[in-house]
């Protein structure tokens, strides 16, 4: 076996059992892999070959170093990586046919990543989104906090709930309008969510958080209408799901908010949340098509 190399797999279990002490060594900056490999684990593909997930570690002296991950045609989403090891790791991606959408990771790491690929598919990267992740220090509730208090999502407020997703869902851009077929197979089936509710009982701001892995919750979705905002809501329904994480044993909370909105990142500090590190997408078109080709 080599010593220092990418090895690459399509089975969630076996990468998790070789990977998973590396990831759950830092896990606020890992948070993404973390989530998301839990979810495949438990939701199980049946797809293989070019529709299935697609895992890699990095490993040097037997140690692993860095790792990837790319849900069934999703971006490729790597823990960071130096310039030399993002180019190591297109070559051997681009040798074996693979070929991705876009690539999601820490800022300097998505762009040695993009360029690369660029370098040996053609494939022209585009910058997507910029995005911060925080880390939750000394939670700080808001004052004053708005009127109301924070009430669990149940199984009633289905509807209600999916319509707000597909809003957020429309705000930041994503492809994907969650309804009552699409749902389980969306990233919003499997969280916890939570309203912010005026005194009359009206929901006004939701946020949601995934279940607890590796110690750490992530705190996502957070979404108030638009005619709603600008009135503490989302202030209030964050630190009323950061407080219940805190209190269901959770030794990290974080969540992501777009680099380019100031009000955003001055909410979540104000409430307590640190800075992590900086993360960006890039999406990659025009490359040319190979078949694609088992991992190995």
């Not at 910029?130 to 289905?158: I, K, S």
């Not at 809003?167 to 389980?184: I, K, L, Q, T």
């Not at 709603?228 to 974080?254: I, N």
Request: hydrophobic fraction near 40%; charged fraction near 20%; proline fraction near 8%.
């Amino acid at each position: 076996m080599r010593s220092n190399d990418w090895y690459l797999t399509e089975d969630v279990d076996d990468f998790l059992a070789r990977a998973g002490p590396f990831l759950r060594s830092r896990p606020a900056l890992h948070t993404m892999a973390l989530t998301v490999t839990d979810t495949l684990r438990t939701r199980r593909p049946a797809a293989a070959g070019a529709g299935a997930p697609l895992f890699g570690r990095l490993e040097r002296a037997g140690e692993v170093r860095a790792v990837f991950y790319r849900t069934p045609r999703g971006r490729l989403s790597p823990t960071p990586l130096t310039p030399g090891d993002a180019d190591r790791l297109a070559v051997r991606l681009a040798a074996l046919g693979h070929r991705f959408p876009g690539v999601s990771a820490d800022h300097d790491t998505a762009a040695a990543f993009a360029e690369a690929w660029q370098r040996q598919t053609g494939a022209t990267p585009t910058p997507r989104e910029r995005l911060r992740l925080y880390r939750l220090g000394t939670l700080t509730p808001p004052e004053p906090r708005p009127a109301g208090r924070g009430r669990l999502v149940g199984a009633q407020d289905r509807e209600h709930l999916m319509r707000w997703c597909r809003a957020f869902a429309a705000d930041v851009g994503e492809a994907v309008a969650p309804d009552a077929a699409s749902w389980a197979g969306t990233r919003f089936a499997d969280k916890h969510y939570t309203f912010w509710q005026t005194p009359d009982g009206t929901a006004v701001s939701l946020a949601g958080t995934t279940p607890m892995v590796a110690g750490h919750i992530r705190v996502d979705p957070v979404y108030t209408p638009a005619h709603l905002r600008g009135r503490g809501y989302a202030g209030a329904v964050t630190v009323e799901v950061s407080r219940a994480a805190l209190a269901a044993g959770a030794t990290d909370v974080v969540l992501f908010a777009n680099a380019g909105n100031p009000t955003s990142n001055a909410l979540y500090q104000r409430i307590g949340y640190v800075p992590v590190a900086d993360f960006a997408v890039h999406d990659f078109s025009g490359a040319a098509d190979t078949p694609h080709r088992p991992p190995r």
